[in-house]
Each structure stands twice: as structure tokens, then as C-alpha cells.
């Protein structure tokens, strides 16, 4: 690459569309020029801790994230250095011996429920992206993706969101709303996203 990557974050509660869209401006981007970094992959491993304890864990917590790894991915792609982003199997809370390759790429996008609330992240963002979608259906897709991909009930999914995802959400997902470069809602225009980080991307020099 000529230039250093772009860094874009893109943040919002739990199920508004965060991945959705990363795969859209990949397509819009072109998808020899972006690489996405899924927050999620990051959870710190706890296989150390009986497996019937895991599930207590507040993952919607910054603590629950290996920030310090996330933070050292980015600094490397942003030197023009593939990384060895981690897989999480969500079912048993535990990270996998396995990992997959993230090369740099001239758009980096980096998604993730409390990517702008983790400290220092956003130092490598060159520009931030919030999800404001309502809460009731935020819920409906957490729901149904717990239960088709993460091996949850509805009973655990509930009491994880009442307990845990939503009061975590006031204290630390909401909040950076307004500190996102551009907000959008469920009706964005995909094609008018991608203008804008272009226009921002080329104000900086990356492109």
C-alpha cells in the first residue's frame, strides 16, 4: 500500500446491524480493499474458570475484552503488518487454538458493541461510525442469533440482557453516540456511508 490503512469503527447496542454493515461497505469499498476486525473475536479466554461459572462473566463489560491484544492488532496493521486475529467459540467462552489471518488493507474496519468505550482504541480510528437502532429490536436479533448460533436459551438470552446488556449499554455503548463522527439509523443510505468515509478518507491523505 502507498498509504497507511483507514481505521473505521463502527459501534451500537447489542443487534443493530453492526456486521450487516461492515459487509455492505466491503462490497461498496470493494472487497480487495477492506479487512474488518470483529471486537468480539477479542473476549479474553476462560477456560481457566469451571465452565458452569463462565456464563456469569458480564460480557458486556470492557473488562471482559483483551483490549491490550485488540490495541496491538491495530497498531500492527496500521504498520502494514498482517495480524493473527484470535476465533472465540461463544459456546464454551473459551478462545480456540485457532486463528485467521488479517492482512492490512487500505480500509480497515473495525466493529464491535464497545469498540469506542475501550481505552485507546480510538486513537487508531480515523473515523467513527454509531448504529442508533431501537431497543426492542435490537433485543430481537440478539435473541435470535444467541439461539441459532451461540447455543443459548431464551431463558439465559433474557436474563443476560436485563442483567447484564442493557444496564452495560447505558453505561458505556450509549454514551459514545456522541462522540461518532457520523450516526445513522435503519433506513441509511449504504451508498451515501460509503461517500462519506471516502470524503473523510481522502481528507486525511490515506487515499
Partial sequence: MNHPPFFIGIAGGTGSGKTYLC????CHLGKENTVCIEVDAYYRDLSHIPINERAAVN???PGSLETELLRSHLETLARGNAVPKPVYDFATHTRTDQTTTVPPRPFVLAE???LLALEGIGDYLDFTIYLDVPADIRFI???ERDLKERGRTTETVISQYLDQARPMHEKFVAPCRN???????????ISDVAQKIRAAAKDTGCR
Avoid: W
Wanted: glycine share 4%.
Fill in 112 to 114: 464491535g458493541i464497545l
Fill in 141 to 143: 436479533r440478539r435473541l
Fill in 59 to 61: 460480557f458486556d463489560h
Fill in 179 to 189: 462522540t461518532a463522527d457520523l450516526v445513522i439509523y435503519q433506513d441509511y443510505d
Fill in 23 to 26: 459487509d455492505k461497505l466491503s
